[in-house]
Each structure stands twice: as structure tokens, then as C-alpha cells.
């Protein structure tokens, strides 16, 4: 009964975590821009691939399994955010541009006022 039970909940993650990646996919596919691609690629696929690894701990007869899985999935939570932010930035940094149907880039207005900022900090060497 137990294992029967154990096998359906494993069953349902799986099957959970190739949709998010499905959605992943699809989206990498679909979306217009890098930065959405990226986000897609970040969310989507960070959940899929941790839902399919909680089912592999779940589904493991060897605790040092079920245990790197779980590792696994804490390393994904921990890692893929960082990763994608810093590519973004510096895609962004590269030139990569927004989609054209973009309102706001916000990391563009910070760092237009940073600059202003920082040039109003400065001394102007004429007036010595």
C-alpha cells in the first residue's frame, strides 16, 4: 500500500516537473527578447527540474539518493537566480536591447541617474 502510494506521488511530480519544463521550452520558443527568454528559462525550468528531483528522493531506496537529490535541488534554488540575473545584466551591459513593445527599463534609468550622481560629485578642475 505504502509503496503503491509512494509510486503515485512520484508519478505526479514527474509528470508536474515535465509540464514546468514543457513550459520552459515554450517559452524560450515563444517570447519575444532575450531577457524574457531568460526568464522563462530561470523560473519554468528551475521548478521542473526541482520538482523531478524531490520525486527522485521521494522514489529512492538509498538515503545518500535521496540526499544528493535534495542537495541537488537546494544548489538549483541557490544557483540559477545569481546565474541569470548576473547574464542578464551583463547582456544588458553588451547592448542587448529590450523588446520594442518594452514601457520601462529600469536598470537603464539607474544607471543614467548613478552617472548624473556621480558627475554632480565630481569637482570641475576650470574653477581652481
Known amino acids: 500500500?505504502?509503496?503503491s502510494l509512494l509510486n503515485y506521488c512520484a508519478g505526479v511530480l514527474i509528470l508536474i516537473g515535465a509540464l514546468y519544463t514543457l513550459t520552459a521550452s515554450i517559452g524560450i520558443l515563444r517570447l519575444p527578447d532575450l531577457?524574457?527568454?531568460m526568464h522563462?528559462?530561470?523560473k519554468s525550468g528551475t521548478l521542473g527540474?526541482?520538482?523531478m528531483l524531490l520525486a527522485l528522493a521521494l522514489q529512492?531506496?538509498?538515503l545518500s539518493i535521496a540526499l544528493r537529490a535534495l542537495a541537488g535541488v537546494l544548489f538549483f534554488l541557490l544557483t540559477v537566480p545569481i546565474s541569470s540575473h548576473l547574464l542578464a545584466k551583463a547582456a544588458h551591459g553588451a547592448?542587448?536591447?529590450l523588446w520594442e513593445r518594452s514601457k520601462l527599463d529600469d536598470l537603464k534609468t539607474a544607471e543614467e541617474k548613478l552617472r548624473r550622481r556621480t558627475s554632480?560629485?565630481?569637482?570641475?578642475?576650470?574653477?581652481n
Open 1 to 3: 500500500m505504502t509503496a
Open 95 to 97: 547592448g542587448f536591447g
Open 120 to 127: 554632480a560629485d565630481k569637482p570641475d578642475p576650470s574653477k
Open 60 to 62: 529512492a531506496t538509498d
Open 40 to 42: 522563462a528559462a530561470s
Open 49 to 51: 527540474s526541482c520538482v
Open 35 to 37: 531577457y524574457t527568454r
